[in-house]
């Protein structure tokens, strides 16, 4: 890499014309691959009123960089791109239901009203195409040779993924196998809460001590080992995989809202993201080999029991995958968690410490479902309504996804105007998370409202879909939610929240709090 940027700068200091045609020949094809200008359509001249894609109104911008200085040095730059959110609530005020906009070389159609969503899903086949969540790990994964992963795959070769991953990771029966493994790591974080809170109960960021967990737990799930991360003093080397995850979004971020040059050569910028996905993925796919090696040693043994290492036997028994593409699946569950896990578990913290009349309804639930020294079970966690009701609402007030992205396969009328097949279409309900016209006193955490017999049948079914939809829909969910339903339940049996202060949302790709969490937890009067 470091030949490479080399290269790269003598180019420009010794051959500056060529390099810059080189550019504006690569930005011409960049344009002309992502701008999606329909031809004429039968569609156009059949249907009337229907406008054409050309019509849909929003931002001009410069040639190619389109407007992406609006958000470096224009109208956004007061909010940064820690605010995106506030530029999405812009948009839509001020464009209306759709809206089209080009940053970097990229054209864009984001549809805000739940109507467009449910089109969008409804006229999905199969093979759902989409726009990779992280464009620099796609990048990254090419560059170093890697399975792309399911995330960054459409067509045939994410089907055979899916195809293969799909008994283990999205049925919910089949999740529950690893209860067991979640609960003890559970057990360790509540009494490891206990031991480090001051003598008022706090813990200061907490989002860190919630890393550590997430990290232990996914590495009970994924290799059925104990990483050492909720020891008083983990090692250097599991506090550096924590802060690159998160160094890998804050950079992809930037990367982002950046004029692409890192794909011409290698940029300050790009080389620390380099650094930083090396780190995890060299230090992730060390325990991947450890423990392939160690299954092998024990089948050779005749010691492998029966369950043990359930979830990479499931994936190595699969031979239409590559051993790249076990070792990309796993490092996926296993890493994924920290930044869509902890902040989920960290918002609807907040929200219930909030709401302490909603905490005392989810505490009493608990302990009607939970006796005091039974494993819990799937059937504990269905009945576990209210818990669920509640992290549903803070996902409306606190969501970690602001956008779902799809790349339509066909032409398809949205907001009035035909947008046409290979167009990467942006679904962004969020902005009516807080809206009267959808939701009954927005402004309160209401869980009640997704209850059966609350108001959850005159919400919109398309307005709230946090992990996605359909067959796209997170592979990881069903493990996302176990984890995060065993916790609560186990830290609200225990605990009594408290929150002093605000908290919201910075956006680094998904949304992460904006600040340092500072907990309360106080002992339960009885467990």
């Not at 791109?81 to 812009?90: C, F, G, K, N, T």
């Not at 813990?203 to 990483?227: H, P, Q, V, Y």
Request: include cysteine; charged fraction near 25%.
């Amino acid at each position: 890499m470091e030949r490479t940027a080399f290269c790269s700068r003598s180019l420009v200091h010794s051959h500056g014309n060529v390099f810059l045609r080189r550019c504006q020949r690569w930005m011409s094809v960049v344009v002309s691959d992502t701008s999606h200008e329909p031809h004429q359509h039968s569609l156009h001249s059949s249907t009337r009123g229907i406008k054409p894609f050309k019509d849909i109104p929003g931002p001009r911008g410069l040639p190619y960089l389109g407007t992406i200085l609006q958000y470096r040095k224009g109208p956004f730059q007061r909010f940064t791109i820690d605010r995106y959110q506030d530029a999405l609530m812009s948009r839509y005020k001020e464009y209306g239901p759709i809206v089209k906009e080009t940053i970097a070389g990229v054209t864009t159609v984001r549809v805000f009203d739940p109507d467009d969503v449910r089109t969008v899903f409804m006229n999905e086949d199969k093979q759902p195409h989409v726009a990779p969540l992280l464009e620099t790990t796609k990048q990254y994964r090419e560059q170093r040779d890697l399975s792309p992963g399911l995330g960054n795959t459409n067509g045939e070769e994410w089907y055979r993924l899916r195809g293969a991953v799909q008994q283990m990771m999205m049925r919910p029966k089949a999740v529950t196998v690893y209860l067991p493994l979640v609960e003890e790591v559970v057990d360790d974080f509540i009494t490891r809460i206990k031991k480090i809170r001051n003598d008022d109960g706090t813990i200061s960021d907490f989002r860190l001590e919630a890393a550590k967990w997430n990290l232990e737990s996914s590495g009970m799930t994924c290799f059925e080992t104990r990483l050492g991360c909720l020891v008083d003093t983990p090692s250097d080397h599991i506090l550096h995989m924590i802060s690159s995850n998160n160094a890998i979004f804050e950079l992809s971020t930037k990367i982002n809202f950046s004029v692409p040059f890192h794909r011409l050569f290698t940029t300050k910028l790009w080389q620390k993201l380099l650094d930083e996905e090396d780190y995890f993925f060299r230090n992730g796919q060390k325990l991947v080999d450890e423990t392939i090696a160690r299954i092998d040693r024990l089948q050779k043994e005749g010691n492998l029991r029966e369950g043990q290492y359930n979830f990479l036997l499931y994936l190595l028994s699969k031979k239409e995958l590559s051993i790249k593409d076990v070792s990309i699946i796993t490092l996926s569950l296993f890493g994924d968690g920290l930044n869509t896990t902890v902040p989920s578990l960290i918002f609807a913290m907040y929200c219930l410490a909030k709401n302490p009349d909603a905490q005392q309804k989810v505490y009493e639930e608990i302990r009607g479902v939970l006796n005091a020294d039974e494993p819990i079970t799937g059937d504990h966690i269905n009945r576990l309504t209210y818990l669920k009701a509640c992290v549903k609402e803070s996902q409306r007030i606190l969501p970690i996804g602001l956008e779902i992205k799809r790349i339509l396969k066909k032409d398809l009328i949205l907001g009035g105007y035909v947008v046409p097949a290979g167009t990467t279409v942006e679904l962004a309900p969020y902005v009516h998370y807080m809206s009267p016209e959808y939701f009954v006193e927005p402004e309160r955490f209401l869980p009640e409202r997704w209850l059966r017999d609350g108001s959850a049948l005159n919400i919109h079914p398309y307005l709230l879909t946090p992990f996605g939809h359909g067959p796209r829909m997170c592979a990881g969910r069903r493990f996302a939610e176990q984890e995060l339903y065993v916790l609560l339940s186990k830290m609200l049996k225990n605990f009594t929240l408290e929150y002093s202060g605000d908290l919201d949302m910075k956006f680094q790709v998904l949304m992460v709090p904006d600040r340092p969490t500072t907990f309360t937890f106080k002992n339960r009067n009885s467990s």
